[in-house]
C-alpha cells in the first residue's frame, strides 16, 4: 500500500527566510515522489520530480527536494522565499499497480510575511 | 503545446440538476484523471481513464460518471447535483499510465445553490 503523510497544515516563514515542507511516504515499491504548487483559484502546477535517479531534485522557482529512502522523506526547501511563494504544496507519490495509482498528500499551507 | 484545458471553468447549478465537465488532455496524452477539491476533504481521486477504458475509481457514488473518447479528450458527468457536489474539479493528463508525470487542468468550479 502507499500512503504520503504531510507533516504540516500550515506554515509561516518570513520573506527572505528559508522554506521546509515536510513530507513522508510509504510505498512497496520504488516510488515516483512530485511536489506540486496551487495558488488561489488555480490548478497544480508541477513544481519537480523524483524518479530514482538524483536524490536531490531541483525545480522550478529555486524549489528543491532530496529523497532520503532511509527516512522515507521527501522534503521540499527553497533557500530565500519570495512573497509569490505563498500558496498551498501538495507532495504526491505514485506507482504503476495495473494501472495508474496517484496519492496526494493533505497539502502544506504556506504563508510568506513581508 | 497546449496545456490541459478543461471546460467550463464555471457554472452555477440547482440541485437536482446534472452536470458536464469537459477535459482535453495535452496532445499525445493517453491517461485522463479527474479530481474532486473542497475545502473540508482536499484533493479526492475519481477516475482515470486510459486509451477509452477505466482503469481506476475513487469512492464517489454512482452519480459520478465518465468517459474518455478516441481522441483522449473526457467528460465526467455528476447527475442529481447535491449541495455538497460544488467543488473545483480538476482534470489532469499524463502519457500513460506508468506512474508518468501528471499535468492538470486549471479546473471547473462548480456551484450547486
Known amino acids: 500500500a502507499q500512503s504520503v503523510t504531510q507533516l504540516d497544515s500550515h506554515v509561516s516563514v518570513s520573506e527572505g527566510t528559508p522554506v521546509l515542507l515536510r513530507c513522508n511516504y510509504s510505498?512497496?515499491?520504488?516510488?515516483?515522489l512530485f511536489w506540486y504548487v496551487q495558488h488561489p483559484n488555480k490548478g497544480l502546477q508541477l513544481l519537480l520530480k523524483?524518479?530514482?535517479?538524483?536524490?536531490l531534485v531541483k525545480g522550478i522557482n529555486g524549489f528543491e527536494a532530496e529523497f532520503k529512502k532511509s527516512e522515507t522523506s521527501f522534503h521540499l526547501t527553497k533557500p530565500s522565499a519570495h512573497m509569490s511563494d505563498a500558496a498551498e504544496y501538495f507532495c504526491v507519490v505514485s506507482r504503476p499497480t495495473g494501472g495508474f495509482k496517484t496519492i496526494f498528500g493533505a497539502g502544506t499551507r504556506l504563508f510568506v510575511k513581508a | 503545446k497546449a496545456g490541459v484545458t478543461q471546460t467550463p471553468r464555471y457554472l452555477i447549478k440547482t440541485r437536482g440538476q446534472q452536470v458536464t465537465l469537459s477535459c482535453s488532455p495535452i496532445s499525445g496524452h493517453r491517461s485522463v484523471s479527474w479530481y474532486q477539491q473542497t475545502p473540508g476533504q482536499g484533493l479526492q481521486f475519481l477516475f482515470e481513464y486510459f486509451s477509452e477504458t477505466q482503469r481506476n475509481k475513487g469512492n464517489f457514488p454512482g452519480r459520478f460518471s465518465g468517459r474518455q473518447f478516441s481522441n483522449s479528450r473526457s467528460e465526467m458527468n455528476v447527475s442529481t447535483l447535491e449541495l455538497g457536489d460544488s467543488a473545483l474539479y480538476l482534470c489532469a493528463s499524463s502519457f500513460d499510465t506508468s506512474g508518468n508525470t501528471i499535468y492538470f487542468g486549471e479546473g471547473s468550479w462548480l456551484t450547486v445553490v
Open positions: 523524483y524518479t530514482s535517479a538524483a536524490t
Open positions: 510505498s512497496s515499491y520504488s516510488p515516483s
